[in-house]
């Protein structure tokens, strides 16, 4: 639901101002990653380990969780910086 809303707001352009459109846009996909990476981690915590690596790439959720972290941290840059 996030990704369609994020592709309307693409589309749509609801904003006046370019910036704050691109900041909804960051905020949207910061949202969405989250999401993704917070399944990842779920993944990763089960006694699944080898089906963690074959789809997520990470050996255990510690390797998960702080790519989160590192994601979220650069996209909070990125949204200042826009």
Do not use: W
Request: one cysteine or more.
């Amino acid at each position: 639901v996030s990704a369609l809303y994020l592709a309307a707001l693409a589309l749509a352009r609801p904003f006046k101002r370019s910036d704050d459109l691109h900041l909804a846009c960051i905020a949207n996909l910061l949202l969405t990653c989250c999401f993704v990476l917070g399944t990842a981690v779920q993944i990763c915590e089960g006694t699944y380990e080898d089906l963690c690596y074959t789809l997520v790439g990470f050996h255990d959720a510690r390797g998960a969780s702080q790519f989160v972290v590192a994601l979220t941290a650069a996209m909070l840059v990125l949204s200042v910086l826009v």
